[in-house]
């Protein structure tokens, strides 16, 4: 028997969770114990990948493997910007595995993947353009070569789409074998030609197959998953290449120990006589693509109804909990036609600023993930001669612009049942963040923008419309760069040690601060005051012009300032709070809260003889240290302050105070 080549793809991403006017992930509740869903995944998956174990006798590890030097994959590029900084030995174990696949096999595991998750046959033909040249230089920048294959986000795809990566030099996609109309024979790839006079090979891989490592059983069985991969047809027919693609999460996320059947499956196949395991590049390059096919278009992997899924209630969804998805229609009439509008701002203004414009906004991509000093120095490159620094500022707000209206055309918000989700909030914020940037059309933009939000109805009346989620949950309530400060301006007075932003920086005293943006250069002025009060902040941001401050609290700050003061003030407090013998106790493992119950018990007794500020002022500090840990009022430490209460004076407004902080109506 001939060798089979095998092929197993991954599909790594996560939708982008950076807050657009911080550059940084913010805390994701329903990711716990983790901060947030890539951090969780991350640890789950992407990790246990690039670290996976091989069992060997009595529940021992026989070796450890890097799964990505023998798997084809993909990873989103916005996925990779944040792993490069929060996870760097991940990542370096990613790139280092194209680098080992590319020297065995001649062809690197890694194939691109356009710069954003949009359902490309639902984009313009211009951000099809941006989203794949972005992509492609995103991958040439970290894996160092040409690639030569690009996933589709949800491989939804059409003719027009096709043609795009063949005019970028892209080699070959990824369909479900449900998209073209007859299947090239044993598993070869098949040959489309555009009506543009382009060509590119279609990679199908195989669906059942698929199916029963996504959803099990494979997954969970590597042995049975290679003998699956290995099995001839009904017919006997022996096939030139058996392939698989699934989500890479699939592999440790989705199923716990996924990555270990996945090694254990490769492990038996690199060991069979009658496999070869490779990637698709290398395959396509000794099996050129000659077998035409006709695409089913426009069609996706994940949705029955080819992309409707993203654009309105075509019946695909999670869950029965929420029955309609007539929300999914005016959310992609509004975010497409914002696109629209930054378009056309870019369209009319980046002449002006941009020596030349569509080279700019092509290269762009290349840059994003970089940081903010690689994207400050392109910006003046790019810029046209003579235009100064407010000229070099504008130029990268329009390219900023361009990125802000592709995030906000992300899959992930049509994806699910509801709009009350995360990610339908995510890419409004990523619409408001890019509102802002579009200059004097602003109120209009954003006006047009909630007026279609209003349309798209929620399953849950608590919820509303996506008017409400963009004007309570996406549109900041208090213009960013004036909380952006307060937490910058706190942070150097009362947790120096914090890192820098990645995004912003801050200089000059208090009373005359200027703020930068590091992306594009864009300064505020602006006066700050700090007052500390018990274990929080008042705070009073005066914006240079402006006549009445602003008031915040420590709330209010962006949450790595927020997090890191309140852990100074918690630090402190305890360092006055507990005595020798409870110091000890915490030192050695006692948890906090049990401590903090204890020391209220002590501090509420000792105000049968100590009633003054300075004492009752440490009975709050315990309450509210408490209240930062989710805790209420212990009822036996109510119960033991009002017989103490009321046995004194009951008139002592000190007291009346205190009463009030412990539940008690006064």
């Not at 030139?240 to 120990?257: C, K, N, P």
């Amino acid at each position: 028997m001939t060798a089979r080549s095998v092929v197993i793809h991954g599909h790594f991403y996560q939708p982008p969770r950076e807050n657009p006017w911080l550059d940084e992930v913010e805390a994701e509740h329903s990711a716990r114990p983790a901060h947030d869903w890539n951090e969780r995944i991350e640890q789950e998956c992407y990790r246990a990948v690039a670290a996976a174990r091989i069992a060997g006798r009595e529940g021992r590890i026989a070796r450890v493997v890097n799964l990505y030097e023998w798997i084809s994959f993909n990873f989103g590029p916005t996925l990779l910007e944040w792993m490069e900084h929060a996870a760097p030995d991940t990542y370096r174990s990613i790139l280092e595995a194209d680098t080992a696949s590319a020297a065995r096999l001649g062809h690197g595991n890694a194939i691109a993947m356009p710069y954003h998750h949009a359902i490309l046959p639902l984009s313009s033909q211009r951000e099809k353009v941006t989203e794949v040249r972005w992509g492609i230089a995103d991958f040439q920048r970290r894996f160092g070569r040409m690639p030569e294959g690009m996933w589709l986000p949800e491989t939804a795809v059409d003719e027009e789409t096709l043609d795009v990566l063949a005019r970028q030099g892209i080699r070959f996609t990824v369909l479900a074998p449900r998209q073209v109309e007859t299947l090239p024979p044993g598993g070869r790839p098949g040959l489309v030609e555009t009506s543009a006079g382009h060509s590119i090979a279609v990679m199908l891989y195989d669906g059942p197959i698929s199916h029963d490592v996504a959803f099990g059983p494979l997954v969970r069985d590597g042995a049975a998953w290679a003998a699956r991969l290995l099995a001839t047809d009904k017919e006997g027919a022996e096939p030139a290449l058996v392939s698989v693609a699934t989500d890479g999460e699939t592999y440790g996320h989705h199923h716990r120990f996924g990555e270990m059947a996945l090694a254990d499956a490769i492990e038996r196949l690199r060991a069979s006589p009658l496999a070869r395991v490779e990637n698709f590049a290398s395959f396509l390059a000794r099996n050129p693509a000659t077998h035409p096919v006709t695409l089913v278009s426009p069609s996706s992997w994940s949705c029955a109804h080819g992309v409707e899924r993203w654009r309105s209630d075509c019946g695909c969804r999670i869950s029965e909990e929420h029955p309609s998805q007539a929300w999914r229609t005016p959310l992609r009439e509004g975010l497409a036609r914002l696109a629209a509008e930054c378009h056309a701002v870019f369209a009319a203004q980046a002449p002006a600023v941009l020596a030349h414009p569509e080279e700019a906004l092509a290269g762009y991509g290349g840059v994003i993930g970089a940081g903010a000093d690689a994207v400050r120095r392109y910006g003046e490159a790019m810029a046209r001669p003579g235009s100064g620094a407010d000229g070099v500022t504008r130029a990268l707000e329009l390219l900023e612009l361009e990125r802000g209206a592709l995030r906000s055309l992300t899959s992930c918000a049509w994806f699910f049942d509801d709009i009350g989700g995360l990610e339908p909030l995510q890419v409004l914020r990523y619409a408001a963040w890019a509102i802002e940037l579009t200059g004097e059309e602003a109120p209009r933009i954003e006006q047009e923008l909630i007026a279609t939000l209003a349309l798209a109805k929620s399953n849950l009346r608590s919820v509303g419309s996506g008017r409400e989620v963009y004007l309570t949950g996406a549109r900041p309530a208090v213009p960013p760069p004036l909380r952006i400060a307060a937490g910058l301006a706190a942070a150097r007075t009362y947790a120096p040690h914090l890192a820098p932003s990645p995004a912003w920086t801050l200089t000059g005293p208090n009373e005359a601060l200027e703020l930068v943006n590091r992306r594009t250069g864009r300064t505020w002025r602006m006066a700050v005051t700090l007052d500390r009060v018990d274990l929080g902040l008042r705070i009073l941001v005066l914006p240079a012009g402006a006549h009445e401050p602003i008031a915040l609290a420590l709330a209010d700050l962006p949450e790595r300032q927020r997090t890191a003061i309140a852990a100074t003030f918690r630090t402190e407090a305890l360092a006055q709070l507990l005595d020798r013998e409870e110091h000890v106790a915490l030192a050695s493992g006692a948890p906090l809260d049990g401590m903090l119950r204890g020391v209220l018990r002590r501090k509420v007794l000792a105000l049968r003889s100590d009633r003054s500020e300075s004492h009752r002022r440490s009975v709050v500090q315990v309450l509210l240290l408490l209240e930062g840990l989710g805790q209420s009022v212990p009822f036996e430490a109510q119960t033991l302050f009002y017989r103490i209460w009321q046995g004194g004076n009951v008139e002592d407004p000190g007291m009346g105070d205190l009463a009030r902080r412990m539940g008690f109506e006064v």
